[in-house]
Nanobody, 124 residues
């Protein structure tokens, strides 16, 4: 079992920044990859970023590449998503997820455990 709790969401103006955190508990955090996904109202869940268990490999959706940075601190059992140059189209509920068997993926079906999500709203 893995429990995931996101924090750091909020309301920000376009062009601003936010840093999301996802605290994990349960299984040894450094043993599995992590991902961030988002879902806007009326839209399907969308991949944002993923990071390998060591933090050595990262992968981003084209829509956030160059603006968002995923990182992890295995000593703190936490994964982060630094979001810069935010746009109104980034508005969504952001969720972190744990990939216990692979090294990170853009496919949501690869992830076994999910957090409840945190709301990010970007005003124009």
């Amino acid at each position: 079992q893995v429990q995931l709790v996101e924090s750091g969401g909020g309301l920000v103006q376009a062009g601003g920044s936010l840093r999301l955190s996802c605290a994990a508990s349960g299984r040894t955090f450094s043993n599995y990859a992590m991902g961030w996904f988002r879902q806007a109202p009326g839209k399907e869940r969308e991949f944002v970023a993923t990071i390998s268990w060591s933090g050595g490999n990262t992968y981003y959706a084209d829509s956030v590449k160059g603006r968002f940075t995923i990182s992890r601190d295995n000593a703190k059992n936490t994964v982060y998503l630094q979001m810069n140059s935010l746009k109104p189209e980034d508005t969504a509920v952001y969720s972190c997820a744990a990939d216990l068997w692979g090294d990170g993926s853009s496919r949501s079906t690869q992830y076994v455990y999910w957090g409840q999500g945190t709301q990010v709203t970007v005003s124009s």
